[in-house]
């Protein structure tokens, strides 16, 4: 076993959960190597700083997703279709264990200006506008403003059925069971194809 290596799991792992209840400004590194069993040595060593902790912390949750997401593009071909793009999209989120991470994506998109700083534009950017190209291809005449809200409607699809994956059975009554992901991802994906193929907007331009 490799103690260092074991001593910045465990630092990530402290980070994200007091990160996700607590806050970032509200978390201290104190407070981290408390809890980790760690000192403020190894948090340097390993991380440099705490905005290094927090950013690894953030890639090592969303690195893994922008990969999944663009294999599932590549493994479609050339020319994906619409539902092909759309579960390239959703399933490496739908598919993965919510409650891990439930607390730690509260907490970022709880903060529209960290989200964008930290998260958009250091590890979203570039798969998003690979998406964008998808879509524009397998929808050419759909104007961009169009495209782009769709796109943003998607995301609120996608985190809101995440982020409120234990609550749903109790609103509904126990008929929107979120334990079938494959199920989960096929309606998802059905109703966000669908509004990409509404009509466009009167007010796209």
Request: proline share 6%; glycine share 4%; with cysteine.
């Amino acid at each position: 076993m490799n103690p260092r290596g074991d001593t910045k799991n465990r630092i990530l792992d402290t980070a994200e959960k007091l990160f996700g209840l607590n806050g970032f400004e509200a978390t201290s590194l104190r407070d981290i190597t408390t809890e980790a069993d760690a000192n403020l040595a190894s948090v340097n060593y390993h991380f440099q700083s705490k905005d290094s902790l927090i950013d690894a912390v953030i890639a090592r949750r969303i690195e893994p997703v922008n990969l999944k997401r663009i294999e599932m593009l590549e493994a479609a071909g050339p020319q994906p279709t619409l539902e092909q793009i759309l579960r390239a999209f959703l399933a490496p989120v739908m598919e993965m264990q919510m409650a891990a991470v439930v607390p730690l994506v509260g907490r970022i998109l709880s903060n529209p200006d960290l989200f964008v700083d930290r998260v958009f534009h250091k590890h979203l950017a570039p798969v998003s506008q690979r998406f964008v190209e998808e879509l524009s291809r397998a929808l050419p005449d759909l104007p961009r403003p169009d495209l782009l809200w769709r796109l943003h409607f998607t995301v609120g699809v996608m985190t809101h059925t995440m982020l409120w994956g234990r609550i749903i059975p109790k609103v509904t009554g126990g008929i929107c069971d979120l334990s079938d992901r494959t199920a989960l991802l096929d309606r998802a994906v059905k109703f966000v194809a669908a509004g990409f193929r509404s009509p466009a907007s009167n007010e796209s331009n």
